[in-house]
């Protein structure tokens, strides 16, 4: 199964008032589905990836939760705050050895918002504010007291925008109180609001470090333009260090083609020494805005996406 997805808000759009909606504190991590059956847990990304291995501090669930499927997201903290970089380096460990080791130096949280399905009873059907009240009398925890937890839910939306803010989190996400769970669709009844300006992106092609002709030190990134190819959003160099140009390496290698896949033409100075690739490796990067042409201002290097699709992409404003 698919988690359901949140719409970006408009820029500038204040939240939605009113009795019908509620609203959470959103989460910098990656989201996962945890499933309890028999007795044994599976946990899986956006893609549908089983990412159990990864995160063996979770396997504990299976003693608070008998028979259900929760929805959530795996956050790194840092100093008391989620933080993406030190997430990446837990998110694509698939030897359980090493996921181990990883654990014991960077531990995760598992901030678990939404339950599909309790004790054999499926809930997708419900209304968000009745599988709300099912998930609270799981008895998680409150945030900060294990492994996993259930963080609250506020009425004034943009009071805890600007609680957010002042606290350096990511934004809000504001969920309508009668919506029901529709997996794998971009829904308009959930809002998603964030402070700092963030994009996944498809990897189009990349370029090499100066005075190599190997290493990568930049890539060139869009997002689908409907037609199977891709709109140009501009040159990501910025925070690609050694960890990450070894990784990106041995995802891009295999993917060369002769072509670009952008549908959109490629400044000459972006498109000189590209090496081009089949757009299927998604990354997040951080950036200032949108420029002219609608090309990403001073973006940097946050990390791979195993976890997105490259359909699902949206621009985010």
Sequence with gaps: MRPMLATPAPSGATPPGGDDWVHEVKWDGM??????????????????????VSYPELAGLVDVVADGMLDGEVVAFANGKPDF???????????????????QRFPVSYVVFDVLRLYGVPLLGRAFDERRHTLERIELGE???????????????????????????????????SSVYRPGVRSRDWVKRAHRSTQTCVVGGWRPQTGTSSVVGALLVGLPDGAGRL????????????????????????????????ADDVPAIDARGTHWVQPTVCVEVEHLGYGSGGRLRQPAWRGVRRDVRVEELVRES
């Design 31 to 52: 989201r996962v589905l945890a499933d309890v059956t028999d007795g044994r847990l599976r946990l899986t990304s956006r893609t549908e990836s089983d990412v159990t």
């Design 85 to 103: 970089g030190v997430l990446a380096e837990r998110m694509h460990v698939k030897d359980a050895r090493r996921a181990a080791a990883l654990a």
């Design 143 to 177: 945030p900060g007291a294990g492994p996993w937890q259930v963080p609250g839910v506020f009425d004034d939306g943009a009071a805890l925008l600007e609680a957010t803010k002042a606290n350096g989190l990511e934004g809000i996400v504001s969920k309508r109180r």
């Design 231 to 262: 709109t140009y959003l501009g040159r990501v160099g910025s925070g690609i260090g050694g960890n990450a140009a070894r990784l990106l390496s041995g995802l891009l290698d295999p993917l060369a083609r002769n072509d670009s896949p952008f």
